[in-house]
């Protein structure tokens, strides 16, 4: 498996070289276990095991097992894993007071990034990052915590009071509550809504060396608290180019409209002079369909069928606007195939999730990704970059009445 490279580096340090990578286009950071891409072909595998047999079978913590252990857990280490993670998920009662201090209409994503990276100052014994169970305690308390942390963020952007979580409930189903029961009401989710859900979080777990991913690996290798370095991650996640792209998607779609809008908008995208693109579409390592795409497309349908939300005309024109661009010599010359983010947003809107909550959702998910790389990168030495200079050569200091 994997592509052919070579590790050059002690041989080119040698001879006082080193390599011009902008973006990283061809430079491996890292050996890691964990996720496996083929962009070629549309293969996906976490652990060795097919995305699409993950998606279709397994829990969300099932998987973050995977992820985090390496192996599927057998019947009682899954169980013991699930109360575990369930044991943690209480936040600080202090942290409230931490939250309130944001602004009402706070972006959740700002909310998150800071609820989170505030962490580190109540959990000081994850900076003895050189013990492994401190290790594994820190990444439990992640994993169980975002979900919190998260719906907090959410009732504090929309003026509700916190709904604390549901321990004997399933991962996804007590984040559902949290979300949107209220104190005058309690929310049992639908068992479509939790699959739906379940299966976002699958696809969105782990994706290798993304640029969140590879934020905590660099943040985390000179041995920063764990919690600090995931709050960098949710920092790179959020821009538009990344996980923001799920929300611009639907931005896109509510601009566009209307289906007879669609080609307007696909000539914008293909002019170079324009700043628009299309969101959702393209892929740093897929050139192919992204499977992750694919899995979501079928369960769109799913969902919005029992949701009786079947005639949604974001899907409609999400369809016809895939249709067209599929047709199109730029896009199929670029090799720029709808990704991960192009149907998750339609489908976090049928489950009643705000726009501004969808890359949240998909910081929920990843979490379970980025502590199972910090787990793997805690003995790797610390990520250093080069560069090259452009600026200029060496020059005296002028006082300021002769400048
Ligand atoms: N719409 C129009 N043209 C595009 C798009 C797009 N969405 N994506 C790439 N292109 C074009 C570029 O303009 C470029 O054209 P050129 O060769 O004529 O200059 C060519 O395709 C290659 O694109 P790059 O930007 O060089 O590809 P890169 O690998 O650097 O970027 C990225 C990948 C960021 C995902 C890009 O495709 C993009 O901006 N897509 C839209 C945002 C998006 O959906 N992001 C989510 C990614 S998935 C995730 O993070 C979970």
Redesign the pocket.
């Known amino acids: 498996l994997g592509p052919a490279a070579v590790d050059i580096s002690s041989l080119y340090r040698e001879a006082g070289f080193f390599t011009y990578d902008p ?1 990283f ?1 061809s430079t491996a950071s890292c050996n890691s276990r964990i996720t496996y891409i083929d962009g070629d072909e549309g293969v996906l595998l976490y652990r060795g095991y097919p995305i699409e047999q993950l998606a279709t079978k397994a829990s969300f913590l099932e998987v973050a097992y995977l992820l985090l252990y390496g192996e599927l857990p057998g019947e009682k280490d899954l169980v013991s894993f699930e109360r575990l993670i369930m044991r943690h998920t209480m936040l600080n009662e202090n942290l409230k007071n931490f939250l309130n201090g944001f602004h009402y209409d706070a972006h959740p994503m700002a909310m998150l990034m800071g609820v989170v990276g505030s962490l580190s100052a109540f959990y000081h014994d994850s900076l003895s990052v050189n013990d492994p169970r401190h290790r594994e305690i820190a990444a439990h308390r992640l994993i169980a915590k975002i979900p919190t942390i998260a719906a907090a963020a959410y009732k504090h952007s929309v003026g509700e009071p916190i709904i604390y979580p549901r321990n004997d409930l399933r991962y996804c189903a007590n984040f559902l509550r949290m979300m949107f029961a209220t104190p005058c009401e309690d929310y049992k989710p639908t068992l479509i809504a939790e699959k739906a859900m379940n299966l976002l979080f699958i696809l ?1 777990a782990d ?1 290798e060396q ?3 991913t590879s934020t905590v690996r660099l943040a985390a290798s000179s041995g920063a608290n764990p919690f600090a370095c995931i709050a960098a991650g949710i920092a790179s ?1 959020w821009g ?7 929300e ?2 639907l931005d896109m779609l509510l601009e566009i409209g209307d289906v007879k809008n669609v080609p307007k908008y696909i000539e914008k ?2 002019d ?1 002079d324009d700043p ?10 897929y050139k192919n369909y ?1 499977p992750r795409a694919k899995i979501i497309r079928e369960v769109c349908y799913q969902v919005l069928d029992e949701l009786a939300d079947n005639d949604n005309p974001l899907f409609e024109l999400a369809m016809k606007l895939e249709e067209i661009a599929l047709n199109d010599e ?2 199929v010359e ?3 195939y709808p ?4 149907y998750s947003g339609i489908i976090y809107q049928a489950l009643g999730i705000p726009r501004n909550m969808f890359t949240v959702m ?1 910081a929920v998910a990843r979490t379970v990704g980025w502590v199972s790389h910090w787990m793997e990168m805690m003995d790797d030495r610390i990520g250093r970059p080069r560069q090259i200079y452009r600026g200029p050569s060496q020059r005296d200091y002028l006082p300021i009445s002769k400048r």
């Open positions: 973006g286009m969105h994706h993304n640029a969140s996640l538009p180019a990344h996980g923001g792209a799920n611009a998607v995208a293909k170079k628009f693109r299309l969101m959702g579409f393209g892929h740093r390592v992204d730029y896009f670029r090799k720029l990704n991960v983010d192009f998909f």
